[in-house]
């Protein structure tokens, strides 16, 4: 679900989301204050599950579903009233769906890091360095604009310069890959910033680097227990998940926000 946020990739996401507002018709969910009585779907174990909780207490029901594409397809078919979901995934589906618009007010700000034991203090410490690396020399940047830059603009993906040096062995990431553009499954192969970010680190720190997909909320205990190295999915930096795994420094900043069905006769619009 998580300050370093390029300037560049706010501007663009502020245009785009605004592409997806529209104007709500009466007595659907037009903002934050209509969420309380409201059938809330969320996907399990994110910081967005984590939010909407509160609002039990004030009448709504919260519908949680392992996946957020199935929180989505109970939206369209009138099993919720909206969805709490990541900017970048709610531009993804509203892209896909017509059906679907994204309300102009966030419903919370969170910055995204990468999770790993708190006993790799020099992981930790390496993973801060070539993070600092990549931001200045404006990788970062490019990742993320060949998954939301104008498709006619968009740099080239990521690739590993020839030659990278192996000799740490394999870095084993967790991930969960149904949250485009951070991670998804394209053509078999699980792709998005997240993952070119994770081969640009490992190429930087001598790594090969390993995909394992799981369950999102799967990632942490996967870190603890030592079956991955690092966790990284889009995951909000939170006190409580501090209380089981080191950070990073954030790598970008993301917005929860509220996705409803469009009005009956119109359509939204979004892009990446």
């Known amino acids: 679900m998580k300050k370093t946020v390029l300037l560049g990739a706010l501007a663009l996401g502020a245009l785009l989301l ?145 030659s990278v040096d192996r000799s740490r062995g394999r870095l084993t990431v967790a991930t969960a890959a149904e949250f485009e553009p951070y991670e998804y499954v394209d053509k078999g192969e699980v792709v998005g910033i997240d993952i070119d970010l994770m081969r640009a680190l490992c190429d930087r720190l001598g790594f090969e680097l390993v995909v394992e997909d799981m369950a999102f909320d799967s990632i942490l205990a996967a870190v603890q227990s030592g079956k991955a190295d690092v966790g990284i999915a889009g995951m909000t930096v939170t006190e409580e998940r501090q209380k089981r795994v080191a950070f990073t420094r954030p790598y970008a900043s993301a917005r929860q926000v509220i996705v409803v069905r469009a009005p009956k006769g119109q359509s939204a619009t979004a892009g990446r």
């Open 18 to 162: 605004a592409a997806c507002v529209q104007k709500a018709p009466e007595g659907a969910v037009r903002g934050v204050e209509d969420l309380p009585g409201r059938r809330i779907g969320v996907q399990l174990g994110t910081t967005g599950d984590l939010a909407v909780t509160a609002y039990e207490a004030k009448g709504s029901s919260v519908e949680r579903f392992s996946k957020s594409v199935d929180a989505i397809q109970a939206l369209k078919v009138g099993a919720v009233d909206c969805v709490v979901i990541d900017e970048m995934p709610a531009r993804a589906f509203a892209a896909k769906n017509p059906d679907l618009h994204i309300l102009e007010t966030p419903f919370v700000t969170e910055d995204y890091a990468i999770s790993l034991s708190p006993t790799r203090q020099d992981l930790l410490q390496s993973l801060n360095q070539a993070l600092a690396d990549l931001i200045a020399d404006g990788t970062r940047d490019a990742i993320v604009a060949h998954y939301l830059g104008e498709a006619s603009r968009r740099p080239p993906r990521y690739q590993s310069p020839p």
